[in-house]
């Protein structure tokens, strides 16, 4: 079994719809990162948090620490977050491996006007 | 400032030769990641550079594959004898030393091994 499980793997939505990913762990952590990835082109880091909840724009992040859990969402969603989002965790290990992050396969979102 | 920079963005390399890819990381970041990405999968760990040491190369898939960073600010992983398995997006990634680890990432170069 993965370390880090996302769902769903693929989401297609109309433009305007409120779109939630989440992210399922089995490790300690001691972060928990959302990454965005375009077609082609590199990865763009969304969030990193550790507990609570997190508000950029139109996305929030929200982690449950006791249930290994994170969910991204995207409020008023519009054909331009359509790229596949990607959950990653930072080890909790404090003898030192703690920059290594485990990722996610990803959600590819698709926003149709 | 400039982002993480790679090259070549894309690479075709027939099965048994020899590739290098560059990466140049933002001005001051002491760490540099390396990271595989075959289709359809997330990021998977390569190895790890702290300034010029490389810390951690635990995630190299085998003894082809070779990084170095020598004067503790370009990189370059370098595979040797490639195969078909090695085609994937190589990602180079950096940040400053210490918590909270904010990783930078470059744009990725696109291997294809034929």
């Known amino acids: 079994k993965n370390e880090v499980e996302q769902s769903p793997q693929n989401l297609t939505a109309q433009e305007g719809e409120f779109i939630t990913i989440n992210c399922s762990y089995s490790?300690?952590?001691?972060?928990l990162h959302w990454l965005q990835q375009h077609p082609g082109g590199g990865i763009v880091s969304l969030f990193m948090?550790?507990?609570g909840k997190k508000k950029h724009g139109r996305l929030i992040a929200t982690i449950n620490i006791q249930e290994k859990h994170s969910s991204l969402h995207i409020t008023a969603s519009h054909p331009r977050d359509s790229a596949v989002y990607i959950c990653?965790?930072?080890?909790?290990?404090?003898?030192?491996?703690?920059?290594?992050?485990?990722f996610g396969k990803g959600t590819l979102l698709t926003v149709n006007p | 400032g400039a982002g993480v920079s790679q090259s070549p963005r894309y690479k075709v390399a027939k099965r048994g030769q020899d590739v290098a890819l560059r990466c140049d990381p933002i001005?001051?970041?002491?760490?540099l990641f390396w990271y595989q990405q075959a289709l359809g999968q997330g990021p998977e760990f390569l190895t790890y550079?702290?300034?010029?040491?490389?810390?951690?190369k635990s995630g190299l898939p085998s003894d082809r594959f070779f990084a170095e960073r020598p004067e503790g600010s370009v990189s370059t992983l370098k595979i040797q004898r490639t195969q078909q398995e090695d085609s994937a997006v190589y990602l180079c990634?950096?940040?400053?030393?210490?918590?909270?680890?904010?990783?930078?990432f470059g744009p990725g170069t696109r291997l294809t091994v034929t």
């Open positions: 550079f702290q300034n010029e040491a490389q810390l951690d």
């Open positions: 990634a950096s940040s400053l030393t210490g918590f909270p680890y904010e990783q930078y």
């Open positions: 001005s001051g970041h002491v760490s």
């Open positions: 948090l550790s507990s």
């Open positions: 490790v300690g952590i001691s972060a």
């Open positions: 990653a965790v930072r080890s909790g290990n404090s003898g030192g491996s703690n920059y290594k992050l485990t």
